[in-house]
């Protein structure tokens, strides 16, 4: 999305639209170039706030390339510490704003998380113990999707 408002008149088109069609333009470029990593049999982590229709179409895009895919949802219940994490962040994706405490609030206000998710892992344990559920995740999707 970044890209695109390096162009003035995509980007004016852009902010006409409403929330559900921003964020699908978003999607629609994630799906692209992850349909195009997957045609080359590389692997892909798409990651953003998604709802079911993003989960249930980036299911669809991994299956029509017969890859597998695991739906992983992070969330963090302590919202002081999410609000701590978000001010201590620095992303630095060109033409991009850095993301404030008041963008997450709106968010966390009207996000529902989607039901079908493979992992939850949660920000408020440690790092380390996410890292093993993942790893084991990733190992068990291995022997049962293709």
């Known amino acids: 999305m970044a890209a695109l408002r390096g162009r003035p008149e995509v980007w004016e088109a852009m902010q006409s639209l409403d929330h559900l069609a921003f964020r699908t333009v978003g999607w629609s470029i994630m ?13 892909v982590i798409l990651d953003g706030v998604a709802r079911a229709p993003e989960v249930a179409a980036t299911r669809d895009i991994a299956y029509a390339a017969g890859s597998r895919s695991i739906v992983v949802l992070t969330t963090i219940d302590d919202a002081k510490l999410h609000e701590q994490r978000v001010a201590g962040r620095f992303r630095a994706i060109p033409g991009w704003p850095e993301l404030t405490w008041e963008d997450v609030q709106r968010t966390r206000a009207t996000w529902r998380p989607p039901d ?9 344990r440690a790092f380390e113990s996410n890292l093993v559920e ?10 049962t999707n293709k």
């Open 31 to 43: 799906w692209n170039v992850a349909t195009a990593q997957l045609r080359e049999d590389r692997s």
């Open 116 to 124: 079908d998710v493979d992992l939850v892992l949660s920000a408020d």
């Open 134 to 143: 993942l790893q084991a995740a990733i190992g068990s999707a291995s022997t």
